[in-house]
Structures are given as C-alpha cells and as structure tokens.
C-alpha cells in the first residue's frame, strides 16, 4: 500500500506537469480523484487495511488527495491565462474605418476645387437676405411666385432666409468692378415638404463671370470643362431654353445619364439625359441694379444644387439619406 501510494504520487505528479489543456486536464482530474479513480478506489481499499496501519496510510492518503486537488486547481488556472494571453496571429484584422468628409462637402470642395482652377474666386453671403437681394435686383417681379409666403421662409420686415444663391452675385458687383469671375457655395431654404427629392433646406453653388465680350459660348466653355472635370471625360453635355429672371437667355444644362451612358434608364426618365443646372447670359436689368453699364459688360451666370449633383454622382435615390447621418450610409460613399 505504501508503495502503491509512492508510485501513484510520482506519476500523476509528473503527469499533471505535462498536462497542456483544459481537456486534458480534466481527464487527469477524473483519472485520479472521479468516481472510479484511482485516488479514490485507494481510499476504499482503506478499510480493508490491518487496524495498526489504517491511521497513518489514510492521513498519507488524504494529504496525497489535497495536494494533487490544489495541483491541479493551479494548473486550472495556469491554463486558464494562458488561454487569456495567447494571441493568434493568423487571426484576420478588425477593419479600420477612418473618418471622412462628408458626401456634400467633397462634393463642394470638388467643385469649388475645379472653378478655381478655371479662375473663379470664391465668395460667401449671408443666409438671411432682404427681399432686394434675394429678389428685387434679380429682376423678380413684385407678383413672381417664389415671393410669396407658400414658398419662401419670411422673417420679420424685408427679411428672409435666402431661397438661392445667386443674391451673392448681387453682393459682389456692388463690391467690386469688373471683370468678375466669382463662385459661391451655401445653405438656401424653400417651404417644400420633404420628400426623395426636396429638402426645406439644402445647398447651391452659383457661379458669375463679368467682363467686356463675354458671351454664351464662354458659358458653355466653362461649363464644359466643369462637367468633363467632375463627371468624367466621356460625358457630354447639352443645353435646352429655359427661364430665370436674372438671365435672358436662359438655359438648362444637362449631361448624358451617367447611370446609362445615355442609353435611357430610370434615372434619367427614359431621356438618356439628367438636368444638372441653371444659366443663362446676365440680365441687363440685374447689371444695372450694381451700376454696371449693361452696353460695356456682359456675363454668363449659373447655379446648381449640390445634393442634386451629389446624388447624381453616387446614385443615391433619396436626398433624406444626405442629412440622415447613418455611418452605414456614409461609409459606403
Ligand atoms: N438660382 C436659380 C435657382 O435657384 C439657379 C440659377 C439658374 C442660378 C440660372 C443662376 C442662373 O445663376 O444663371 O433655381
């Protein structure tokens, strides 16, 4: 008996060292002290023992039992940090997601970045307007629709938050003398509902060139090379009549659908086309209004909506998703 308890101490005191697992482990812990180990059958077979030697194998016995019980508890928990400290390098990395700009304003720095390049200073205005700014040196007529209360947010007296850009242009005439050639990014305000497509709150970028001989094909240079620039080199470009106030002609710009490449699709109603902005040659009247002689000047002016151009650019279908600021939608732009 004594010898059995020596050999069973050497050996599993030897093996526990040896253990490098939970599972292993745990068989070694049912191996010696489970039902039918062999610490255990040891300890029945005690009382079969002559009576003068029960006392000093079962205190043997029983000091065996809370050492190698301890022994493995600490191997338990030697296992156990390990486990917490291994590191595993063949583990795939945490995707790093840097912060970007946002959507609107790459767009507007982009923009910004290309009339730069072709000459244009940039100029900022107000966001609460007068009626003569936003409207009357535009040449609005007093009963033009956009003045009434439905479509425009109005402030106290004169004021309003402006529902353009192009009063901007006004600001910088009565500033500077000609030649002009401005570009002016901002917040403008209209009372529509919102919906895939408005905003009661969105963004223009107006752009102004004023000089002797300016004429339209001056515009459609200029615009030329912003479209090529932003959209792509095989884009194309027309313009179609239309109708400003502050321009005469007027025109609208539109490009071949970037979706379709002009072939008609959804987004571009089946025309192969997608309106991009507004422009035309500067109204004599507005010339007038900054005491500019409309006989010695002329001017191209234009503007666009940047969350239009936006949503153009990356094929978003909802101009909510713009201002929703879901990190979702973001980082996939
Ligand atoms: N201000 C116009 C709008 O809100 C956009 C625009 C059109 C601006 C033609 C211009 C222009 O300068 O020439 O719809």
Redesign the pocket.
Known sequence: MWEKLAQLKKKYLSLLEKVENQEELESLRIEILGRKGVLTSLLKGIKDLPPELKPEVGKQANQFKALITSLLSKKQEELKSKKEHSFDYTLPAFPIYKGKLHPLTRVTKEILDIFQHLGFQVFTGPEIETDHYNFQSLNFPPDHPARDVQDSFHLKGEYLLRT?T?PVQIRVMEKYPPPIRMISPGRCFRRDTPDATHLPMFH?I?GLAVDKNIRFTDLKGVLGEFVHAFFGEEVKMRFTPSY?P??EP?AEASISCIICAGKGCRTCSFTGWLEIL???MVHPNVLKAVNYNPERYTGF???MGVERITMLKFGINDIRLLYENDIRFLRQI
Do not use: C, L, P
Request: avoid cysteine.
């Open positions: 353009q192009s223009q107006e400003f502050f321009t007027s507004g422009a035309g002016a234009f503007g």
